[in-house]
């Protein structure tokens, strides 16, 4: 069982994907932090200056004007949590955005190599081994 085990994780596949996992996962940390630390300043500044990171509609509980999300939410109040939600979904976006430029690029990539392989004009077939040897044998005949 050990040994099918290596072979199963020993093949490309299975590699590939453990490779695309760790870069995907460092991926998603850019973009998180190009949404938060980049686009989300933008937008707040655009909006009056609003700190999306902490824009919450409070459901239940008493909470101070100008109290933290984390504070809010540590005090017990039920909040929604409004920003962080549209800071998630441009991330989510942005993703979803550069994982369809990667397929289509991947798609118009294999559909060039498809193309390059029909259009290929076919080797000539050389001698085959027989025809050599009849004409080693009869150069030796001479």
């Not at 020993?10 to 932090?33: C, D, E, P, R």
């Not at 109290?67 to 939410?73: G, I, Q």
């Amino acid at each position: 069982m050990l040994n099918e085990f290596k072979e199963f994780i020993a093949k490309g596949n299975v590699m590939q994907l453990a490779v695309a996992v760790i870069i995907g996962g460092a991926f998603a940390t850019i973009v998180g932090s190009m949404t938060n630390d980049l686009i989300m300043p933008i937008v707040g500044a655009i909006f009056g200056d609003v700190d999306f990171s902490d824009t919450y509609i409070v459901l239940s509980g008493d909470v101070a004007a100008g109290t933290s999300l984390e504070a809010a939410r540590e005090a017990g109040a039920n909040v929604l949590a409004v920003g962080n939600f549209i800071s998630t979904v441009i991330n989510f976006l942005i993703l979803a955005f550069i994982i369809f430029l990667l397929v289509r690029y991947t798609n118009k990539a294999m559909a060039q190599l498809e193309k390059a392989e029909e259009a290929a004009p076919e080797e000539p077939a050389g001698p085959s081994e027989i025809d050599l040897l009849t004409e080693i044998r009869d150069a030796l005949k001479k």
